[in-house]
């Protein structure tokens, strides 16, 4: 994943990509953070492995959609724009997301697999959602889902 990102930087510097430079600049810088932040913990680990990478590049695409919806609340359609244009960029390193239909399913799976029949135990079902499925789907759309579900 890091080799991707690499290379990814690297071409669109050379293709002078101003917008998707500073996006993957800005990715690079978080996951350096967050390598920074594993080495603090003491578990001797320098870097942080792809599903962390995965999730990050998620939290990321999160940030962004509330965003978007902040600048067009405020009639900054340019601003929600390149915020869409990040996006893309950004999800152009996660695997194909899972449709709602999808998710649907995989929560009802989960729910009969687990035994779970209440609100309490959706924190039993997302976090097997979060082991299982990591990077392929939006984890807000399953928590939505489970809430439905287990009601």
Do not use: C, H, W
Request: net charge neutral; hydrophobic share 40%; proline share 1%.
């Amino acid at each position: 994943m890091r080799e991707r990102l690499n290379q990814a930087l690297r071409d669109a510097t050379k293709a002078k990509q101003q917008r998707a430079v500073a996006t993957l600049r800005l990715i690079r810088a978080a996951l350096k953070d967050r390598d920074i932040a594993a080495r603090g913990k003491g578990g001797g680990v320098e870097n942080i492995d792809d599903d962390e990478i995965m999730a990050m590049l998620q939290t990321m695409i999160r940030q962004r959609r509330d965003s978007i919806a902040l600048y067009e609340k405020g009639g900054r359609d340019d601003l929600a724009q390149q915020e869409r244009e990040e996006i893309a960029i950004i999800e152009g390193f996660l695997p194909e997301q899972m449709s709602e239909d999808e998710i649907a399913k995989v929560v009802t799976d989960l729910v009969s697999e687990t035994g779970a029949a209440s609100i309490k135990d959706m924190g039993r079902v997302m976090g097997l959602l979060r082991e299982r499925y990591a990077g392929q789907m939006d984890f807000a759309k399953a928590s939505a889902a489970v809430k439905q579900r287990l009601a």
